[in-house]
Nanobody, 115 residues
Framework: QVQLVESGGGLVQAGGSLRLSCAAS????????IGWYRQAPGKQRELVAF???????NYADSVKGRFTISRDNAKNTVYLQMNSLKPEDTAVYYC?????????WGQGTQVTVSS
């Protein structure tokens, strides 16, 4: 089992920044990659960014150049630095871990960007 706890969401004005954290615990040895998804009201959940436990990263086109995903292996924590936020970035952001036992999800953290 893998447990994921997100933090760092909140309310910010357009153009501002937030940093989300995803702390993993449990069978962290089984994790191949961790990423962030988001879901806005009335929309499907979508991939935002992903980082493997090599050096590969992947970003949605809508966030390239504004968001950066990184990890601290010693803390089993993945970060999502979000800059130049836009109202359309408003959503619940979920941490997702891809493990040999299957996918795991965090509880989500709300990000609201006001115009």
């Amino acid at each position: 089992q893998v447990q994921l706890v997100e933090s760092g969401g909140g309310l910010v004005q357009a153009g501002g920044s937030l940093r989300l954290s995803c702390a993993a615990s449990g069978s962290t040895f089984s994790i191949n990659a961790i990423g962030w998804y988001r879901q806005a009201p009335g929309k499907q959940r979508e991939l935002v960014a992903f980082i493997s436990f090599g050096t590969n990263t992947n970003y949605a086109d809508s966030v390239k150049g504004r968001f950066t995903i990184s990890r601290d292996n010693a803390k089993n924590t993945v970060y999502l630095q979000m800059n130049s936020l836009k109202p359309e970035d408003t959503a619940v952001y979920y941490c997702n871990a891809r493990s040999v036992f299957g996918p795991y999800w965090g509880q989500g953290t709300q990000v609201t960007v006001s115009s």
